[in-house]
Nanobody, 125 residues
Framework: QVQLQESGPGLVKPSQTLSLTCTVSGGSITSNNYYWSWIRHPPGKGLEWIGYIAYSGSTYYSPSLKSRTPIARDTSKNQFTLQLSSVTPEDTAVYYC?????????????????WGEGTQVTVSA
Protein backbone atom coordinates (compact mmCIF):
# COMPACT_ATOMS: atom_id res chain seq x y z
CA GLN A 1 0.00 0.00 0.00
CA VAL A 2 1.54 3.25 -1.17
CA GLN A 3 1.08 6.25 1.09
CA LEU A 4 1.84 9.89 0.34
CA GLN A 5 2.05 12.66 2.92
CA GLU A 6 2.38 16.35 2.19
CA SER A 7 4.18 18.70 4.55
CA GLY A 8 4.88 22.39 4.53
CA PRO A 9 3.89 25.74 6.02
CA GLY A 10 0.22 26.50 6.32
CA LEU A 11 0.71 30.23 5.92
CA VAL A 12 2.95 32.05 3.48
CA LYS A 13 3.29 35.78 2.90
CA PRO A 14 2.86 37.27 -0.56
CA SER A 15 6.01 37.35 -2.72
CA GLN A 16 7.63 34.55 -0.69
CA THR A 17 8.46 31.07 -1.96
CA LEU A 18 6.25 28.18 -0.90
CA SER A 19 8.09 24.91 -0.29
CA LEU A 20 6.20 21.64 0.02
CA THR A 21 7.46 18.09 0.48
CA CYS A 22 5.72 14.82 -0.33
CA THR A 23 7.02 11.82 1.57
CA VAL A 24 6.23 8.47 -0.03
CA SER A 25 6.10 5.14 1.77
CA GLY A 26 5.21 1.66 0.60
CA GLY A 27 6.74 2.23 -2.84
CA SER A 28 9.72 3.88 -4.47
CA ILE A 29 9.50 7.12 -6.44
CA THR A 30 11.98 5.55 -8.88
CA SER A 31 9.71 2.60 -9.64
CA ASN A 32 9.19 2.29 -13.37
CA ASN A 33 6.33 3.95 -15.18
CA TYR A 34 4.88 6.29 -12.61
CA TYR A 35 4.42 10.04 -12.50
CA TRP A 36 4.45 11.83 -9.16
CA SER A 37 2.36 14.95 -9.39
CA TRP A 38 1.53 18.07 -7.49
CA ILE A 39 -2.11 19.15 -7.78
CA ARG A 40 -3.93 21.97 -6.03
CA HIS A 41 -7.55 22.82 -5.27
CA PRO A 42 -8.20 26.54 -4.87
CA PRO A 43 -11.33 27.54 -2.94
CA GLY A 44 -14.39 27.60 -5.14
CA LYS A 45 -12.52 26.21 -8.15
CA GLY A 46 -11.65 22.86 -9.66
CA LEU A 47 -8.50 20.83 -9.31
CA GLU A 48 -5.43 22.26 -11.03
CA TRP A 49 -2.48 20.16 -12.09
CA ILE A 50 0.85 21.86 -11.34
CA GLY A 51 3.40 19.38 -12.66
CA TYR A 52 5.07 16.04 -12.16
CA ILE A 53 8.39 14.36 -11.70
CA ALA A 54 8.63 11.01 -13.41
CA TYR A 55 10.27 7.82 -12.12
CA SER A 56 13.22 8.72 -14.36
CA GLY A 57 13.62 12.15 -12.77
CA SER A 58 12.32 14.09 -15.74
CA THR A 59 9.82 16.84 -15.05
CA TYR A 60 6.90 18.42 -16.85
CA TYR A 61 4.86 21.41 -15.80
CA SER A 62 1.59 23.14 -16.46
CA PRO A 63 2.36 25.88 -19.01
CA SER A 64 0.59 28.45 -16.85
CA LEU A 65 2.83 27.79 -13.85
CA LYS A 66 6.02 26.47 -15.43
CA SER A 67 8.37 29.32 -14.58
CA ARG A 68 7.39 29.35 -10.91
CA THR A 69 7.21 25.69 -9.93
CA PRO A 70 10.35 23.59 -9.99
CA ILE A 71 9.78 20.04 -8.81
CA ALA A 72 12.70 18.04 -7.48
CA ARG A 73 13.28 14.80 -5.60
CA ASP A 74 15.49 13.23 -2.97
CA THR A 75 15.63 9.55 -3.75
CA SER A 76 17.51 8.76 -0.54
CA LYS A 77 14.50 9.99 1.42
CA ASN A 78 11.88 8.87 -1.11
CA GLN A 79 10.54 12.41 -1.27
CA PHE A 80 9.68 14.91 -3.96
CA THR A 81 9.26 18.61 -3.50
CA LEU A 82 7.54 21.64 -4.95
CA GLN A 83 8.76 25.20 -4.79
CA LEU A 84 6.29 27.87 -5.85
CA SER A 85 7.91 31.27 -6.10
CA SER A 86 6.44 34.77 -5.83
CA VAL A 87 3.21 33.57 -4.31
CA THR A 88 0.05 35.68 -4.31
CA PRO A 89 -3.32 35.17 -2.59
CA GLU A 90 -4.42 33.38 -5.78
CA ASP A 91 -2.05 30.55 -4.82
CA THR A 92 -4.15 29.82 -1.74
CA ALA A 93 -5.34 26.23 -2.06
CA VAL A 94 -5.21 22.72 -0.71
CA TYR A 95 -2.10 21.16 -2.21
CA TYR A 96 -1.97 17.44 -2.97
CA CYS A 97 0.70 15.05 -4.09
CA UNK A 98 -0.45 12.01 -6.01
CA UNK A 99 0.71 9.11 -8.20
CA UNK A 100 -0.42 8.04 -11.63
CA UNK A 101 0.77 5.75 -14.38
CA UNK A 102 2.78 7.18 -17.29
CA UNK A 103 0.02 5.88 -19.56
CA UNK A 104 -2.48 8.27 -18.03
CA UNK A 105 -3.07 11.94 -18.85
CA UNK A 106 -1.88 13.68 -15.65
CA UNK A 107 -4.97 15.91 -15.73
CA UNK A 108 -7.33 12.93 -15.51
CA UNK A 109 -7.63 13.09 -11.77
CA UNK A 110 -10.00 10.14 -11.38
CA UNK A 111 -7.29 7.86 -12.75
CA UNK A 112 -4.71 8.62 -10.07
CA UNK A 113 -4.28 5.59 -7.83
CA UNK A 114 -2.80 7.16 -4.71
CA TRP A 115 -3.23 10.62 -3.16
CA GLY A 116 -1.96 12.36 -0.10
CA GLU A 117 -4.51 13.81 2.29
CA GLY A 118 -3.69 17.35 1.17
CA THR A 119 -2.29 20.33 3.00
CA GLN A 120 -3.92 23.74 3.25
CA VAL A 121 -1.74 26.65 2.15
CA THR A 122 -2.93 30.20 2.70
CA VAL A 123 -1.14 33.18 1.19
CA SER A 124 -1.76 36.24 3.29
CA ALA A 125 0.13 39.14 4.79
Amino acid sequence: QVQLQESGPGLVKPSQTLSLTCTVSGGSITSNNYYWSWIRHPPGKGLEWIGYIAYSGSTYYSPSLKSRTPIARDTSKNQFTLQLSSVTPEDTAVYYCARTSVEVDPEKYNEYDYWGEGTQVTVSA
